[in-house]
């Protein structure tokens, strides 16, 4: 069983950053994927961004530039790292762990940008 922990999520004024972090535990295999999915209100989920065990990585286009995602194998955590936020930003975030034969979701942290 997989158990993924987020954190790093709140408040924070337009233009400000944020770091959310994600830590996974229990039986991962060392070939994987982790990412960030987010969902506003009223709004479908939608890829932010993912990061393979290779390390390399995909970004919505809507944080390209702004978002950095980035990971630490030996710890299973994978990092979120969100500047010059805006409240388009607002949304909850899952951090998001694909497996062979399985995907994991955690329980989501919130992130208000107000403007």
Not at 16 to 44: D, F, T
Not at 56 to 75: C, P, Q
Not at 101 to 107: A, H, I, L, P, Y
Request: charged letters at 15%; a positive charge; hydrophobic letters at 35%.
């Amino acid at each position: 069983q997989v158990q993924l922990v987020e954190s790093g999520g709140g408040l924070v004024q337009a233009g400000g950053s944020l770091r959310l972090s994600c830590a996974a535990s229990g039986s991962i295999s060392s070939i994987n994927v982790m990412g960030w999915y987010r969902q506003a209100p009223g709004k479908q989920r939608e890829l932010v961004a993912l990061i393979r065990s290779s390390g390399n990585t995909n970004y919505a286009d809507s944080v390209k530039g702004r978002f950095t995602i980035s990971r630490d194998n030996a710890k299973n955590t994978v990092y979120l790292q969100m500047n010059s936020l805006n409240a388009e930003d607002t949304a909850v975030y899952y951090c998001w762990l694909s497996l062979v034969g399985s995907t994991n979701w955690g329980q989501g942290t919130q992130v208000t940008v107000s403007s």
